[in-house]
């Protein structure tokens, strides 16, 4: 597979229920990012990871934990979601430029996962 | 208030015509980024100009800056049915910290 991909693509759930968003990216990035996307708002960032270090944690709720074990692949666990919880979630990457802050470059997106809480 | 904000909110025209579509942010960048966004889907990058640009082209597509205005635009050329999408400005703000931040986004409509 090429680019970004997510698993699943799709996913309803409970508010006691436990699932885990994967994002995997093949282009030898070295970046990773959770946003999340809810109508009428922009794209929010939630987490940022560089070289499996997080770098960034957009004070999102502790229900949702992030998980990076390698520099291809993401996680983002959730646990007793809430309904406004519902969104698209994306996962994107890039790769960092040596001695340049993180975002100087373009990121590549996957194509989301559309999770509703209910 | 958000950094970048795009104008209009909505745009419809007619195959083959231009589409332009406006950013405006507040302060100083490094760059800025156009991303397409079809509907539920993924955000697809279309061009990244830097703060010392004021052009970039790419195939059908325009992007000028003017730090001095703060603002962009993006320039779809003889625009067709598949560029309905959502496009998003995105700022890279100056500085260690600095992070992607976006706007709400343009729905753009291209009637057949």
């Known amino acids: 597979e090429t680019g970004v991909t997510q698993t699943p693509r799709h996913l309803v759930m409970g508010m006691t229920n436990k699932k885990s968003l994967k994002c995997e990216q093949h282009?030898?990035?070295?970046?990773m990012y959770w946003y999340k996307q809810s109508a009428k708002k922009p794209l929010e960032l939630m987490f940022v990871y560089s070289l499996e270090e997080r770098v960034e944690n957009n004070s999102v709720p502790s229900r949702f934990s992030p998980e990076c074990p390698n520099s291809s692949h993401l996680f983002l666990h959730l646990h007793t979601l809430q309904p406004e919880d519902s969104a698209l979630y994306l996962c994107?990457?890039?790769?960092?430029?040596?001695?340049?802050?993180?975002?100087?470059?373009?990121?590549?997106f996957g194509p989301g996962t559309r999770l509703t809480v209910l | 208030s958000q950094q970048g904000e795009e104008d209009p909110q909505a745009l419809s025209i007619q195959e083959g015509e231009n589409a332009t579509m406006n950013c405006s942010y507040k302060t100083s960048i490094n760059n800025l980024q156009w991303y397409r966004q079809n509907s539920g889907r993924g955000l697809v990058h279309l061009i990244l100009?830097?703060?010392?640009?004021r052009e970039k082209h790419s195939g059908r597509l325009r992007v000028t800056l003017d730090t001095s205005k703060k603002s962009s635009s993006l320039l779809i050329t003889a625009s067709r049915a598949a560029d309905t999408a959502s496009y998003f400005c995105a700022t890279v703000l100056t500085g260690a910290n600095s992070k992607l931040t976006f706007g709400k986004g343009i729905t753009l409509s291209v009637r057949p």
């Open positions: 100009i830097r703060s010392n640009e």
């Open positions: 994107a990457s890039s790769s960092r430029l040596v001695r340049a802050p993180l975002p100087y470059n373009e990121q590549f």
């Open positions: 282009l030898g990035h070295n970046a």
